[in-house]
């Protein structure tokens, strides 16, 4: 009874690990409070794939250092807080990785005490 309360307990932190990692996989695709700014950015890899070579040098030229540096600095922003996120997913699917090996241990050492005696 108690190894298959245990084996339960194995696949549910082996399950939530994987839900963690693939939110940390999956991209993040945040947006700031006005989604058109967001569209135009010049520094956003979404807005840049969208241009040719030479109409991101045009959109380049027409801005002005002010401009390009804000725009910078919301993007670092921007992703700073994905990461953050991220970072923070990443750790719970570390601490469930940890507890379904502990749990595995447990198993071993337990299946071991039964056969040896």
């Known amino acids: ?10 696949s549910a ?17 945040g947006s700031t409070t006005d989604d ?10 979404g807005s840049v794939s969208k241009m040719s070579g030479q109409g991101y040098l045009d959109c380049l030229g027409n801005r002005t250092i002010e ?3 804000a ?13 953050n996120k991220k970072m ?7 601490e469930a990785i940890t507890s379904s090996l502990v749990l595995i241990m447990l ?5 071991a005490t039964i056969f040896f005696w």
């Open 88 to 94: 923070l997913k990443m750790r719970r699917s570390i």
């Open 71 to 83: 725009d910078l600095a919301e993007q670092a922003t921007i992703l700073a807080e994905g990461l």
């Open 13 to 29: 932190s082996s399950l939530l690990s994987l839900f963690f990692v693939f939110n940390v996989v999956y991209p993040y695709l």
């Open 36 to 45: 058109k700014k967001q569209q135009t950015c010049l520094v956003y890899f």
């Open 1 to 10: 009874m108690f190894v298959g309360f245990l084996l339960v307990l194995i």
């Open 67 to 69: 401009e390009l540096t």
């Open 107 to 111: 198993l071993v050492i337990m299946r």
